[in-house]
């Protein structure tokens, strides 16, 4: 394994991470080839890709103009023609010129082929807010992919995940989403040299607590995991899930935390109006209302563009204070600060 | 192959054949859809039939192809089984998708035939990476990627000129310039009419051809072919038609004139063929009504097959929403 500059042989960034799960795809299988903007000579915008064009060549990291539309088709072609192609779109935002393709195309084309056609194509993009770059290249879209039948939608958060969901969602037949959370390329931990591969399918417990839930994905994991430590301090242990997965939704682990906290916070960076926050509340009041103490609550992105401006960017995005006001709420109605 | 078209007696015949086989049977479908069998929308390809005919004669049974709603001519001609393809019009789980599709998604797997796209314009993207995966396998195939004028105005058009140029992969670009998407008329969609043109602005030849001529986009299609084949990237083929019937089955038509219809219905390419070749000494009357009768009773067989179909179970309404595994 090589490391990236400034880590230490025991750690490793996120970026680090998700570069070295491309290069073992392109190691393991000649079949995959990445290919998007700036990914090959520039070394990507997030530098997720950097050397893999000197170690691959043009063939297999492949730049490609600015038309998203048209390589994200054409992943989707060569996913149809037998190749596992990996996507990368630099932003969310930006994926919304390929929007025909993914929706029209690949979540529909395995079902009204009536089962004759597979696509296993993964598209990476980053997402999220907090670099200070506006309304254009901040928004948390990932909600509306879940959206879509036919499509996996992964976030990870950790670096672990980070560094082997790409192979499970080079495995699976369908479309596979990964949603890189801009905030966390630089982030630095340790990764467990006895995993080597993660599902695809669960979410999992980041944090064990007993008085409330704190459910999050992508960077709002660690606003979640500050939270709880800003209750831990108040004497309220949360248990916080990492989603991991968008679509299809892990509502089992969801439901057992719930059911075992009786109170839940879910943290979303999408607006709240129709988001994905919004599913997993209503399938909390569907399946599990019954074992709830309090209703479920919800921090979420502010409805507005992204702003510039640090401050109101901050005020914008669902903060640690956010969300352990909300649970404070739940857990202690009386003294909690709504 | 080769670019010469070699129009012997039964070559002649077989072009001929193939186009009433699609006339007939799409004259099958409207009484269907009448009788309300066939539900949705309906394309009609009358008057485009020298088109799939022409170009599907150019290509090999490896080759891809990417087509259009308008697509029963297509998949007619490109050999997609007629039994299925009815089976598909009337929804039943014996059609070629399950009754998944209908009229605007066939897809063959067998054939290669990717679909029966009816965003337009989306099935362009498609047809890159299709002939990009070919080629990266090592594949000597090309794809060829029908749609209609109409998909010209989309920015996936020039996208995937340019990415296909760009990369020399192996496409033959058909538009099927029936001068109409909808109601919409070329001249008034389009700053250029003159569709070939386009190609330039990608370095990619692009050649107009007679789209009512069967022989002329045959013999086009073979002399694109073979320069795709010989690794000198796509092609660009403009085929000039016209569609004699409404856009769908629910259309006023109040966009054109009666006379212009039937100005261009004397210039349909079955009329034109089989006129020439009766002009000419080169079928005989019986032998056209033996065609005739032959397509009939293959599309009657047709019909019996579709009607006898079943209905996919309701249980199975989620099923290939997600795949388990690739098909091989």
């Known amino acids: 394994m090589t490391l990236a500059a400034g880590a230490s042989s025991a750690t490793i960034t996120y970026r680090e991470a998700c570069r070295q799960a491309i290069r073992d795809a392109l190691l393991s299988d000649p079949k995959t080839f990445i290919m998007g903007e700036d990914i090959g000579r520039y070394g990507g915008c997030y530098a997720v890709t950097k050397g893999l064009f000197d170690e691959f060549g043009e063939e297999r990291v492949r730049d490609t103009p600015l038309s998203e539309s048209a390589f994200v088709g054409a992943g989707i072609g060569a996913a149809l023609s037998g190749m596992h192609p990996i996507v990368e779109i630099m932003t969310v935002n930006f994926s919304l010129l390929a929007l025909d393709q993914i929706v029209n195309n690949a979540a529909t084309i395995p079902y009204m082929s009536g089962g004759q056609f597979a696509v296993p194509l993964v598209i990476r993009m980053a997402t999220g807010g907090g670099r200070r770059v506006a309304a254009q290249h901040s928004h948390s879209l990932e909600g509306w992919y879940a959206h879509i039948p036919g499509l996996r939608i992964l976030a990870p958060a950790v670096v672990e995940d980070a560094r082997f969901m790409l192979a499970a969602a080079l495995a699976d037949p369908n479309p596979v989403l990964i949603f890189e959370h801009v905030m966390l390329y630089n982030i630095e931990a340790a990764l467990d040299p006895a995993v080597i591969a993660v599902d695809i399918d669960r979410a999992k417990r980041r944090r064990e607590g007993a008085d409330v839930t704190l459910i999050a994905y992508g960077n709002g994991l660690f606003r979640a995991l500050a939270a709880a430590d800003l209750l831990a301090a108040d004497g309220i242990a949360a248990e916080v899930i990492d989603l991991r997965v968008l679509r299809p939704l892990d509502t089992a682990t969801i439901l057992a935390s719930v059911a075992k906290t009786r109170r839940v916070v879910i943290v979303d960076e999408g607006w709240k109006s129709g988001s994905l926050a919004a599913e997993i509340g209503m399938r909390i009041a569907e399946e599990g209302f019954f074992d709830l103490d309090a209703p479920p609550r919800r921090v979420c992105g502010r409805e507005v563009p992204m702003p510039y401006a640090p401050h109101l960017e901050d005020a914008a995005l669902p903060q640690p204070a956010d969300i352990a006001a909300a649970a404070r709420a739940l857990v202690r109605p009386a003294t909690g600060r709504p | ?328």
């Open chain 2, 1 to 328: 192959m080769s670019a010469r078209v070699h129009l012997d007696h039964a070559h002649r015949h077989h072009l001929l054949r193939q186009m009433i086989r699609i006339r007939h049977f799409e004259a099958k479908c409207v009484e269907l859809y009448q009788a309300q069998k066939i539900l949705g929308f309906l394309h009609l390809y009358d008057g485009e039939e020298a088109v799939s005919v022409g170009i599907m004669e150019a290509l090999g049974p490896e080759d891809a192809v990417v087509a259009t709603y308008r697509e029963h001519g297509q998949a007619i001609a490109r050999g997609v089984g007629m039994d299925r393809l009815m089976a598909e019009m009337l929804g039943m789980q014996e059609g070629c998708c399950r009754g998944r599709g209908g009229s605007m998604h066939i897809f063959d797997a067998k054939t290669r035939f990717y679909g029966g796209n009816a965003i337009v314009g989306g099935g362009l993207p498609l047809a890159v990476g299709i002939a990009l995966g070919d080629k990266m396998q090592g594949r000597n195939t090309l794809t060829a990627c029908f749609f209609g004028e109409g998909a010209v105005d989309e920015g996936e058009f020039h996208e995937s000129m340019n990415l296909a140029a760009l990369w020399r992969l192996p496409v033959l670009f058909v538009c099927e310039n029936n001068l109409y998407s909808m109601g919409m008329a070329l001249a008034r969609a389009e700053a250029e009419t003159d569709i070939a043109r386009k190609a330039v602005g990608y370095r990619m030849p692009g050649v107009a051809v007679d789209g009512m001529d069967v022989v002329a986009v045959e013999s086009a299609a073979r002399r694109a072919v073979d320069d795709i084949r010989a690794g000198g990237g796509p092609q660009f083929l403009e085929c000039r038609t016209y569609r004699l019937r409404a856009h769908s089955m629910f259309d006023a038509q109040a966009y054109r004139s009666k006379e212009e219809i039937e100005t261009w219905r004397k210039k349909g390419p079955i009329v034109r063929f089989q006129g020439w070749l009766q002009d000419s000494g080169l079928i005989r009357p019986d032998e056209v009504t033996g065609i005739e009768a032959e397509a009939d009773a293959e599309i009657a067989a047709a019909v019996a097959f579709a009607e006898a179909g079943t209905l996919e179970p309701v249980e199975e309404l989620e099923r290939f929403v997600t795949m388990d595994r690739v098909p091989t």
